[in-house]
Each structure stands twice: as C-alpha cells, then as structure tokens.
C-alpha cells in the first residue's frame, strides 16, 4: 500500500508507539511517536481523527520498546526498501514528531523517552539531519519536566503550538475546552523561550460557516505580540473525516476559502504557509 496524506493510522504497521506517515505540512514523511496509546487527551477538538477518543491522560509509557520501534523504523527507512514501497518517488523521512492520539506533553516520561530519541540520532547518524517536532496544544509546556526536556534537544527542533482561534467561546466550540488569553499567552511564552515556534491552525467550517471577519480579527489580535518571535503560521483544514460525536456541521475549507483567510491575516508579520 502506498501511504497518503488522507491515511494517518497508527495501527497499520502493527508497531505499538511510532508510526509513519506522509505529511502535507512536514513535506514528506514523517515518523510519528504516539504517547497516548490509549486515545485519551485533555482536549476534544470537533475535527479529530482519533476513534475512541476520551479526556484523561496517556497510560504509562514502556521506554524500551518505544526506543524500539524507533530503531526499527529508521533501519527500515534508512537501510531497507520502506520508501520505496510504501511511498510516491522522490519521498524522504523530513522529521520525527510527537503527535499521536492526544497531547504528548501530557506524557510522565516525556524527558525518558526524548534521552530515548536522541540516542536513535546518534546510533543512525541523523543528528542535524532529521528535526525534532511538537505537535502540541501547548497546555504542559510550561512545566518543568517539559521544558528540560525540550532544552535537552541541541540540534534541529521545533514546537507547532495549536490555536485554532481566537476567539474563546469558539475555542470552546471547536477544541472543547476552557482557556483565557493569560493561558494561551502564557503557554506561548513557554514555547517560544525553549524553541523554534509555529502557530498551527486548523480551520473548519461550522454549520455551513466560515470564520467571520470579528474572529480573524480576534486571531491578529492575539498572534500579534508574539509575531517577531514566531518562525510561521500554518493554515490548514481537515484531511482526514472527524470521528468524534458532535451536534454541529463541520466541513473541510477548499484551497480558495484558506488562501483567503491568509490574506485577511497579512497584517501580521509572521510567514504564512497554506496547505490543502
């Protein structure tokens, strides 16, 4: 089977915490290390993939067999036919990323399992070679075992910090939970001292509308104190059908539709990267 941006399972080589994926945003493909293997997360975005998905945080993590699957699948990739058969020509391994099926920062052994993925790099000669990346809602980034963890990290890294809006009833809404703009401040913060940063927006069509032009505006309003410090935004739309149970429409945004939030956005001073 040939993987594509519509098919992000982590089940479908069989390997309990890292899976590969093609990524639209990463530019190829991308290793993935799953934390939260039993589906559970302290968000509930309206326009998550994840089957099951429940509020709570990931089971106990065995570092030894994350470490690996890790070295099995950079043997595969480096060393054996995996691009090959699996993937469009011209595809190369672009990172390694924390995502998953929740909020991999929530992870105890975050710290372990980083010392794990570093060692990876060294023994397979990738460092400065392969990025680090974390897919994150930036709820835990301010806590210490997070941020030592993340410094541990000398060579290529980045953080992709979710906002989905910026609006707070409609973060509500969309991710399913209670935030003010002191804590999306503060967890910014965070990501921006320990790391390359990136804002990731996925944006959505909710019962047949798109984002007014009031909550583009509330959006600037909270990127742009940050913007100077900020490496780029990410604006995307679903790629992949919801799985969750909700009581409103959702609807993937056409390429037009995202280009033309970009461009009410152009009063920040940050890139911005579109991606359909």
Known sequence: MKLSITDHRRDIFEKKY?????????????????LNTNNACNWQCVYCEVPNLTRGKPEPID??????????WLKEILEGDFLAKHTEPGTMLRDI?????GEPSACPEFGDV?????????????????????????????????QTAWKKILGKKEIWFKIDSGDLEKIKIINQINLTQNQIKKNLESAIQIS???????????????????????YIDLIKPHEKKLQAIHLYSMARPSEQKINLKIERLTEAEINLIADKMKSLNVPIS???
């Open 18 to 34: 890292v899976y590969p994926v093609v990524s639209r945003r990463a530019k190829g493909l991308s290793l993935g290390i799953n």
């Open 63 to 72: 570092v030894d067999l994350l470490e690996n699957d890790l070295n099995f």
């Open 97 to 101: 990323a924390f995502s998953g099926n």
């Open 114 to 146: 980083i010392d794990r993925v570093l060692n990876q790099l060294e023994l397979n000669h990738l460092n400065e070679k392969i990025i680090i990346r974390l897919i994150t809602n930036g709820t835990h980034l301010s806590e210490n075992y997070v």
């Open 196 to 218: 390359p940063t990136l804002i990731q927006t996925c944006l959505i069509k909710m019962n047949g509308e798109l984002p007014s032009d009031d909550e583009i505006q509330k």
């Open 274 to 276: 579109t991606f359909n």
